[in-house]
C-alpha cells in the first residue's frame, strides 16, 4: 500500500498584475504516492510552475493546503519552511543552479553543510557513482557539459535523500541525447531508490518516463493519465490545444 509523499487539498494561488488578479491555480486537489515519478504538463501559463513551487514550499497559496508527509507548510514558520525544504524536498532547476566558485563535490555536499550535518559517505558514494561524476568531483561547473552540470544538480537534490524531489523543465536545455540520460537516472531513483518525483515538462518524450501525467490549463487539471505513452500524452495535448482555441474564439 502506497503512502502520499505530498497531498495538495483545493489549491488556489491569485497573483495581482497591473492591478488585475490572475488565477494561475484554482482549486486543484492532487496526491503524489511516494516512490512514483509524475509529470506535470500543460500549455504556458496554465499553472504548471506554480504548482511545483507552491508543492514545494517555495510559494505560499492563496487559499488550500499542501502536506508534505505530515506536516501541513501553511502551519510553519518562515524558518521551519526553510528547514523542512532544506531536509526533506530536493529541487531540479532548468537552469541547474550551481555555484561556479564551488567544485561538483562542494555543490552536492552544500545541502547538508546548510544543514550541519554530516554526509551518510556510503549513500553520496553511491549518488556520486550513479551520476557518473566520480571523476570530475574537483571540477568547476564551467569546466562541465550542460548535462553533467544537470548530473550534479540531481546529485545535489539526492544528498539529503528528500522525500520528494522536483524538477522544473529539468531537460529543457539538453540535447536529446543528455536528456535521455538525465531522464534515466531519475527513472531509477525512483526504481531503485523508491524516491517520489514530480517533473514539469512541455516534451510528450519526457512526460512518457513517468508512471503519471498530469495536464493543467486555466490553473486547474483537465486529465491524469497514468502511463499514457508519448504518443498518446501528444494527442491528448493537441486536443486540449484545440478546444482552448475554440474556447477563445466563441
Not at 492563496?62 to 507548510?73: F, H, K, R, S, Y
Not at 558514494?125 to 571523476?135: F, K, N, Y
Request: proline share 4%; net charge neutral; glycine share 8%.
Amino acid at each position: 500500500m502506497k503512502t502520499e509523499a505530498v497531498r495538495i487539498e483545493r489549491l488556489t494561488r491569485i497573483y495581482e498584475t497591473g492591478g488585475q488578479r490572475v488565477t494561475a491555480l484554482a482549486g486543484v486537489d492532487l496526491a503524489f504516492d511516494r516512490g512514483t515519478f509524475t509529470a506535470v504538463m500543460g500549455p504556458s501559463g496554465s499553472g504548471k510552475s506554480t504548482l511545483l513551487q507552491a508543492a514545494a514550499g517555495l510559494d505560499r497559496p492563496t487559499e488550500g493546503q499542501v502536506w508534505v508527509g505530515d506536516v501541513e507548510l501553511s502551519k510553519l514558520s518562515e524558518t521551519k519552511l526553510t528547514k523542512l525544504r532544506r531536509d526533506r524536498i530536493g529541487f531540479v532547476f532548468q537552469a541547474f543552479n550551481l555555484i561556479g566558485a564551488l567544485t561538483v563535490e562542494e555543490n552536492i555536499l552544500l545541502p547538508l553543510r546548510l544543514a550541519g550535518v554530516q554526509p551518510d559517505r556510503a549513500w553520496l558514494a553511491e549518488v556520486i557513482d550513479r551520476v557518473g561524476l566520480g571523476e570530475r568531483l574537483r571540477h568547476r561547473p564551467a569546466a562541465l557539459s550542460g548535462g553533467q552540470q544537470q548530473r550534479v544538480a540531481i546529485a545535489r537534490a539526492l544528498a539529503t535523500r528528500p522525500d520528494v524531489i522536483f524538477c522544473d523543465e529539468p531537460t529543457g536545455a539538453l540535447d536529446t541525447q543528455t536528456a535521455a540520460d538525465v531522464l534515466a537516472l531519475l527513472r531509477s531513483v525512483v526504481d531503485d531508490h523508491a524516491q517520489t518525483v514530480v517533473m514539469v515538462t512541455h516534451d510528450p518524450v519526457a512526460a512518457s518516463y513517468a508512471d503519471r501525467v498530469v495536464v493543467l490549463a486555466d490553473g486547474r487539471i483537465r486529465q491524469d493519465m497514468p502511463q499514457p505513452g508519448a504518443e498518446r500524452i501528444a494527442e491528448q495535448l493537441a486536443a486540449l490545444g484545440r478546444r482552448t482555441r475554440v474556447a477563445q474564439e466563441a
